[in-house]
Each structure stands twice: as structure tokens, then as C-alpha cells.
């Protein structure tokens, strides 16, 4: 049976650290402080937003929310955005995504200034992660990703890496930075020929599965001892949350696997928190 890699301790180590950091920040009067932008009510968004809270209290990083309504006209959020890369006070900024259509979303994504770019959604920040320029942030589910393997001990350097899924929140930064770890990465997509994304999952040391299609990786799909992280959240027929990798079967033949939930979505807020604090110790030049 595979080892079961938890994302609570890996974030409660990276919230201690973090936590440490904000001490140093408030003795020099700096309160690390993330500002949450929520568009409408989603229940996702909305869920999201408590554990952000949560973990902003365990860090001790000052949480702010802005909230507006669904059909708030475009052209005003972007003013609003405007606002908070002006705003002295905010050091990081989380923006609720996707939002309702009449916002241009490459327009926003342009827009935030990159140094309070907490989740690596400007093209600063991709820059950053493609190029190692250090300009802004990566996105944090990616680099929740890269904490767990470190926490864990589990080396990407040289090791077979299938990424399934190339979005620019997960699939690709996660590619670029398992590279950048001197892994042999193969990226896998809608358009990748089934027969050859199984070939490409059975010789994976690691899997790192980031679609979002419940557990549409098989245990048939996969090979023996393998380092697999689950990114996927998808609800099965009863409601209950599950990944891209059917569980059951593929922890009788793993190494270790992440869970779904409490594993790589548990460490996304911790590293936000890190991203907030990291942006407040750079404006002050620490
Ligand atoms: P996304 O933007 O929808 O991207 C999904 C990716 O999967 C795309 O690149 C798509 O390929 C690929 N794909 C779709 N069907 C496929 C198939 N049959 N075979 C291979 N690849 C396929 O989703 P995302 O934002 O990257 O999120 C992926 C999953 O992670 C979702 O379940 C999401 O909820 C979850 N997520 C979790 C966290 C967390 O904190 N744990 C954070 C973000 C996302 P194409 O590019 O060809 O369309």
C-alpha cells in the first residue's frame, strides 16, 4: 500500500515558518496583509475564502476582502484593481477566478502589479517561472506541488515526471518548475493520443495529474511504485470530493499518493501566505 502524503503537515511547517517571518515583519511595524477580491457568491469561492481566513490567522498575515457584485460593469474592476496596486497598505492581492464574462480576464491578469501578485496570475509572474528572472510569484497550487515532493523527500531531479493538464495555473508552471529541478518532464493534454498518455503514465516515476475529469487516471493507467500528486477537485455522483486519480486503485500500486481532499489543496493557502509575506519583506527591502 502506498504512503499517504498529507498536505497538513507540509503546511503546518511551511504556517510556522511563515508565522516566525511576520513576527520579524511586526517588530518593524509591517503587518503582512493579502487582499482577497470575490466577485459574486460561488460557493467554491466562498469556501475558499474561509480557509484563507483561517490560515491568515494561523500566519498572523491581515486579510482583507474585497467583494463585488456579479454583474459589477468591467471597466470599474479594473479600476478597483487599480486601486489595490496603488493601496500601501495591500502587499499581496488573490483574485477569484474565472470571472463573470463581461471582465476581460487578460486584461486584469495584465493589470495587477506582479509585486503583489500572490498567485502567480500576471504574465510578470509567468515570466518569472519560465525564465527564473525572480519577478513575482508562481502560481501557489504549482508550488504546493514542489513543497509536498520537498517535504516528503521525494527528488525530482532526474526522475520521469508526466504532468497531465497544461493550464497556466498548474499543468505548465508545474512543468516548468520540475525542470527547473532537473526532472525529465513529459507534458500530457486533451489533445495527447490516449495510447500515448498511458505509455507516458506507466514510465512516470512521478505523475503530477492536474485535469479536473474524476479520477480519469485508472490504476490500470498507471505503472508500479510511483510518486503520484493528485491536483484534481471534482465532485463524484454523491457529492463527495475527489481527484483525477481514481484513489482506491492506484494506492494499491503507488509509492505514495497525494488524497483529495487534504493533500495538495491543503498547502495552497500556506503557500499564499508565504507569497504575502515574501512580497512585504521585498517592499521593505528585507
Ligand atoms: P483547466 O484550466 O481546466 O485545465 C485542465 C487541463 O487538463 C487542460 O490543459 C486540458 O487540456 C487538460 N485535459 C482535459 N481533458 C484531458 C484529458 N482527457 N486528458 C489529458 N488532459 C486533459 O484546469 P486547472 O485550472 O488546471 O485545474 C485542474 C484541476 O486542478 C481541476 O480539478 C481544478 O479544480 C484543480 N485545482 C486544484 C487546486 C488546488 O488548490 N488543489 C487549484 C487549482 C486547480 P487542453 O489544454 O488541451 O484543454
Known amino acids: 500500500m502506498a504512503k499517504i502524503l498529507k498536505g497538513r503537515p507540509v503546511s503546518a511547517k511551511m504556517t510556522e515558518e511563515t508565522a516566525e517571518k511576520v513576527k520579524i515583519l511586526s517588530e518593524k511595524g509591517i503587518i503582512p496583509t493579502l487582499a482577497v477580491v470575490r466577485v459574486g457568491s460561488k460557493s467554491d469561492d466562498i469556501f475558499y475564502e474561509k480557509s484563507i481566513l483561517a490560515k491568515g490567522d494561523e500566519a498572523g498575515v491581515a486579510v482583507k476582502l474585497f467583494h463585488y457584485?456579479?454583474?459589477?460593469?468591467?471597466?470599474?474592476?479594473?479600476?478597483?484593481?487599480?486601486?489595490?496596486?496603488?493601496?500601501?497598505?495591500?502587499?499581496?492581492?488573490?483574485?477569484?477566478?474565472?470571472?463573470?464574462?463581461?471582465?476581460?480576464?487578460?486584461?486584469?491578469?495584465?493589470?495587477?502589479?506582479?509585486?503583489?501578485?500572490?498567485?502567480?496570475?500576471?504574465?510578470?509572474?509567468?515570466?518569472?517561472?519560465?525564465?527564473?528572472?525572480?519577478?513575482?510569484?508562481?502560481?501557489?497550487?504549482?508550488?504546493a506541488c514542489i513543497e509536498i515532493l520537498d517535504y516528503y523527500g521525494l527528488e525530482l531531479e532526474g526522475?520521469?515526471?508526466?504532468?497531465?493538464?497544461?493550464?497556466?495555473?498548474?499543468?505548465?508552471?508545474?512543468?516548468?518548475?520540475?525542470?527547473?529541478?532537473?526532472?525529465?518532464?513529459?507534458?500530457?493534454?486533451?489533445?495527447?493520443?490516449?495510447?500515448?498518455?498511458?505509455?507516458?503514465?506507466?514510465?512516470?516515476?512521478?505523475?503530477?495529474?492536474?485535469?479536473?475529469?474524476?479520477?480519469?487516471?485508472?490504476?490500470?493507467?498507471?505503472?508500479?511504485?510511483?510518486?503520484?500528486?493528485?491536483?484534481?477537485?471534482n465532485a463524484d455522483e454523491e457529492g463527495r470530493m475527489r481527484g483525477d486519480v481514481a484513489f482506491e486503485e492506484a494506492e494499491k500500486k503507488a509509492a505514495c499518493i497525494t488524497p483529495v481532499p487534504g493533500g495538495v489543496g491543503s498547502v495552497t493557502t500556506a503557500v499564499l501566505m508565504r507569497h504575502v509575506v515574501k512580497a512585504a519583506e521585498r517592499k521593505a527591502n528585507l
Do not use: W, Y
Open 69 to 143: 457584485k456579479e454583474n459589477i460593469d468591467g471597466e470599474e474592476f479594473l479600476k478597483e484593481i487599480e486601486k489595490l496596486n496603488r493601496d500601501e497598505t495591500v502587499n499581496g492581492v488573490l483574485i477569484f477566478r474565472p470571472l463573470p464574462s463581461q471582465i476581460d480576464d487578460a486584461a486584469v491578469c495584465r493589470l495587477l502589479d506582479p509585486k503583489k501578485d500572490a498567485d502567480g496570475i500576471t504574465p510578470g509572474s509567468m515570466g518569472g517561472v519560465f525564465t527564473g528572472s525572480g519577478e513575482g510569484f508562481p502560481p501557489c497550487t504549482a508550488q
Open 159 to 233: 526522475r520521469k515526471t508526466a504532468v497531465i493538464g497544461r493550464s497556466l495555473v498548474v499543468g505548465r508552471p508545474v512543468a516548468a518548475m520540475a525542470l527547473e529541478r532537473n526532472a525529465t518532464v513529459t507534458l500530457c493534454h486533451s489533445r495527447t493520443p490516449g495510447k500515448d498518455m498511458k505509455e507516458v503514465l506507466r514510465k512516470a516515476d512521478i505523475i503530477i495529474a492536474a485535469v479536473g475529469k474524476l479520477e480519469m487516471i485508472k490504476g490500470d493507467d498507471i505503472g508500479e511504485d510511483q510518486v503520484i500528486l493528485d491536483v484534481g477537485i
